[in-house]
C-alpha cells in the first residue's frame, strides 16, 4: 500500500518538472483564495479557483460528448503524460486541472460509460492501496465531466471537512451485514449515509443494496449520487450523497441572481468550488444551504428509503 502512495506522490512531483499544464495549474493552486463558512452547524470551505470552469461550465448532453475526443482514453493524451497501471484496468494519473494540493484521475483503460454499479469493489480497493487518499466517483449526472468514460478520483487528505465532520453527524443504524453497518447522517450538512466496514464483501453487499433502493430516472441508467470512500483505523468509511439535481437554479438565474456552482463530490464533503471571482466575493452561508436543499435529498426522501430498506431482508 505504502508503494502505491509513494509512486502516486511521486507520479505528481515528475509532472511537476515537466509539464507545463500541470506546473502552471498547481502553482496556481497553491495562491487561490478561500473563504471559510458554517452550513447547518458545519465547517465548509469556498475556493476561488478560475481553472475549474472547464467542469463547472462542462457541456455533458450527448452530441456534446460526441464532438470532442475523449481526454481520459489513452491515444488522446498529452504524449508526455504517464500513469500508474492498477491492476488489469485502472490507470492512476495526474489531474492537470487540481481541487486538491495532491488529485488524481483513475480511469479505466477502456471507453465505457460512468457507472460504478459492479465496481465499489475496485473503489474500496483503490482506497486501501493509496490509503493517505480519499477515493470519490462523480455520477455521470453528479459532477462528472467525462461521464462517457469510467473513472474515479482521488484527493490528498485533511483537505476536506467531510473527514472530521461525519463523525460529529447523528448517526441513525439503518442496516448491518456481517462487519459492516449502513448508517443515515442526521442533522447534517446535507442528507447522507455512511457505510463503516471492516470487509470489503460487507460493504459491498450494503452499498449494492442501497444502490438498489435508489431511484433512476426516466432515460438515465443509474441513481443520482456521489460516494467517497477511504481508510481509517482499519476500516473502509465510505460516504454516499443521494441526488435529485444536477444543478442549483441559482446555476440558470440570470443577473445577480446567478451563481456558478456546480455541486459535486467534492462539494457535498464541504469543499466549494467557485471559478467566477464575483461568485467568491458574494456566496452566503445561506447560498450553499439552497444548493445543497435543491441538490440533495430532504430529511422526508431519506425516511422513505430508510422505510424501504427496513423491509428487505439482507
Known sequence: MENINQQARELIREHLTFWELAQ?????????????LE?????VLLQFNPERIRSSAAKIDKASLAARPCFLCEANRPGNQRWIDFGKEYQIMVNPYPIFPQHLTIPIRAHQEQRIRGRYADMLALAEALDGFILFYNG????????DH???QAGNKGFLPLEKNWRQACREEVAVKGRAVLYALRNFLQPAFVIVAEDATDAVSLFNH?????????GEYEPMMNVLAWMEEGKWITCIYPRKKLHPSCYYAEGDANILISPATVEMAGVFITPLEKDFRKVTAADLQQIIHEACLSEEEMDQLISKSQSYHL
Open 24 to 36: 502552471v495549474n498547481y502553482a496556481a493552486l497553491a495562491k487561490v483564495q478561500t473563504r471559510a
Open 39 to 43: 452550513v447547518n452547524g458545519y465547517p
Open 140 to 147: 455521470p449526472k453528479c459532477g462528472a465531466s467525462a461521464p
Open 150 to 152: 469510467m473513472h474515479f
Open 210 to 218: 442501497l444502490y438498489g433502493l435508489l431511484e433512476i430516472k426516466p
